[in-house]
């Protein structure tokens, strides 16, 4: 059974930081391509970040500068710290793995910026 599980989200005020962490269990986690995804109330979903099997990473520009993506393929998790947060940023953040067609997300988690 394929389980991704978020952890790390809750509230922080504008300009602090939070990391989250995905754990994943299931898969060959080290051959799969991971991303975080966001969606806040009333948009759609986003990507955020994403990071290949080979190390390579991708930002959305709005979080460019801000937000790091890695692995730790021993520990089969990736992670997303967030640095300089906005209001902006508040929403679910989900994890992503996919591995040729097949793709899996985890249940999210919440990150509320404060003004």
């Known amino acids: 059974q394929v389980q991704l599980v978020e952890s790390g989200g809750g509230l922080v005020q504008a300009g602090g930081s939070l990391r989250l962490s995905c754990a994943a269990s299931?898969?060959?986690?080290?051959?799969?391509?991971m991303g975080w995804y966001r969606q806040a109330p009333g948009k759609q979903r986003e990507l955020v970040a994403t990071?290949?099997?080979?190390?390579?990473?991708n930002y959305a520009d709005s979080v460019k500068g801000r937000f790091t993506i890695s692995r730790d393929n021993a520990k089969n998790t990736v992670y997303l710290q967030m640095n300089s947060l906005k209001p902006e940023d508040t929403a679910v953040y989900y994890c992503?793995?996919?591995?040729?067609?097949?793709?899996?997300w985890g249940q999210g988690s919440q990150v509320t910026v404060s003004s």
């Open positions: 299931g898969i060959i986690f080290r051959l799969h391509d």
């Open positions: 992503n793995s996919k591995y040729t067609l097949i793709t899996y």
């Open positions: 990071i290949t099997s080979s190390g390579s990473t």
